[in-house]
């Protein structure tokens, strides 16, 4: 069927992501099996509760603390936090812009109010812009809807927001188990394997 609707996740496929660099960090803070609590592929409660907005970020960080020594500092921790984001490179910006021209565009990212703050200082300090509002139909973050992928009720509050035919959508998201969540609402939905592809080559081979 043919593609109307955009929705694109932001960590791993519009921003350059490392979870090894915040898994190293925090191991090197003093948490030897973080890697059993925090993943791509699976994390504990703490971290999807801050993602839906359950608990606020110094909530966030006394949780984290209990797994550390008692000097450890909150700007360790956020830092640390922090290390997995990486770089947006331009022309993923530009081919946003491409895309709007045609589509309707929303962002879609799991995400927290402390990589929002670090994101968006980044953002603002590269491109001169203070959020991606002007790249998108539509920004959503799990931790503003309380709710996050893969549940179907994010994909569910989207597509009703949005008035998007879910047969009529495509999403692309680098983690698979959010990309079986929005297919099993009937979105057109395709796993970015970042080893492989880029987002912009895999978007235009779908829409081509």
């Given at each position: 069927?043919?593609?109307k609707?955009?929705?694109?996740?932001?960590?791993?496929?519009?921003?350059?992501?490392?979870?090894?660099?915040?898994i190293d960090a925090?191991?090197?803070?003093?948490i030897?099996?973080?890697?059993d609590?925090?993943?791509?592929?699976?994390?504990?409660d703490?971290?999807n509760?801050?993602?839906?907005?359950?608990i606020?970020?110094?909530?966030?960080i006394e949780?984290?603390?209990?797994?550390l020594?008692?000097n450890?500092?909150e700007?360790?921790?956020?830092?640390?936090?922090?290390?997995m984001?990486?770089?947006?490179p331009?022309n993923?910006l530009?081919y946003?812009?491409?895309l709007k021209?045609?589509?309707?565009?929303?962002?879609l990212?799991?995400t927290?109010?402390?990589?929002?703050?670090?994101?968006?200082?980044?953002?603002f300090?590269?491109?001169?812009?203070?959020?991606l509002?002007?790249?998108?139909?539509e920004?959503y973050?799990s931790?503003?809807?309380?709710?996050?992928?893969p549940d179907?009720?994010?994909f569910?509050?989207i597509?009703?927001?949005e008035?998007?035919?879910?047969n009529e959508?495509l999403f692309?998201?680098?983690?698979i188990?959010?990309v079986?969540?929005a297919?099993?609402?009937?979105?057109?939905?395709?796993?970015?394997?970042?080893?492989?592809s880029d987002?912009i080559?895999?978007?235009?081979?779908?829409?081509?």
């Amino acid at each position: 069927m043919k593609v109307k609707n955009i929705i694109l996740d932001l960590g791993g496929v519009l921003l350059n992501i490392n979870y090894q660099l915040t898994i190293d960090a925090f191991i090197k803070l003093g948490i030897e099996d973080f890697e059993d609590m925090y993943t791509q592929a699976n994390q504990s409660d703490l971290f999807n509760k801050y993602e839906r907005g359950d608990i606020e970020a110094d909530e966030f960080i006394e949780g984290i603390k209990l797994y550390l020594p008692e000097n450890t500092s909150e700007k360790d921790i956020i830092a640390a936090w922090n290390a997995m984001l990486l770089d947006l490179p331009k022309n993923r910006l530009d081919y946003l812009m491409e895309l709007k021209l045609d589509y309707k565009t929303v962002l879609l990212s799991n995400t927290n109010t402390i990589h929002m703050d670090f994101f968006h200082q980044q953002l603002f300090e590269v491109y001169g812009k203070t959020s991606l509002a002007s790249y998108f139909n539509e920004v959503y973050f799990s931790c503003d809807l309380g709710m996050r992928k893969p549940d179907t009720e994010i994909f569910e509050t989207i597509c009703q927001n949005e008035g998007f035919d879910p047969n009529e959508t495509l999403f692309i998201d680098d983690s698979i188990q959010h990309v079986e969540g929005a297919k099993s609402i009937g979105i057109q939905a395709h796993h970015l394997d970042i080893e492989k592809s880029d987002v912009i080559t895999l978007v235009r081979s779908l829409l081509t």
